[in-house]
């Protein structure tokens, strides 16, 4: 009901910047929280960052910092800003959006595609 599309992924040296997007359509007014995870090969799906509709912000302990979630209602778009990159954040970025933050952070929302992130010299 629900489809969202990452961009914004590539490659970028260590200590560079990129800003992810995800762009979302269908049924918008039921998608109240919103969060990108990160797969990497051989490790745990992680959680990044989410936003509630009150635009309120969480984000792990890896991202905090360096990371910043933000939403914009208008244009049907959540971004994650990422500065300071590291090899270690390299990784599939997913967008996923849900009727509460629960389905955030449980994985159980409508997710995207994914983005690649890749960050080496």
């Known amino acids: 009901q629900v489809q969202l599309v990452e961009s914004g992924g590539g490659l970028v040296h260590p200590g560079g910047s990129l800003t992810l997007s995800c762009e979302y359509s269908g049924d918008i007014f039921t998608i109240y929280a919103m969060g990108w995870y990160r797969q990497a090969p051989g490790k745990q799906r992680e959680l990044v960052a989410a936003i509630i509709n009150d635009d309120s912000t969480q984000y792990a302990a890896s991202a905090k910092g360096r990371f910043t979630i933000s939403r914009d209602k208008t244009k049907n778009t959540m971004t994650l800003q990422m500065t300071s990159l590291q090899p270690e954040d390299t990784a599939v970025y997913f967008c996923?959006?849900?009727?509460?933050?629960?389905?955030?952070?449980?994985?159980?929302?409508?997710w995207g595609q994914g983005t690649q992130v890749t960050v080496s010299s």
């Open positions: 996923i959006g849900g009727t509460r933050i629960a389905e955030v952070l449980a994985g159980t929302g409508s």
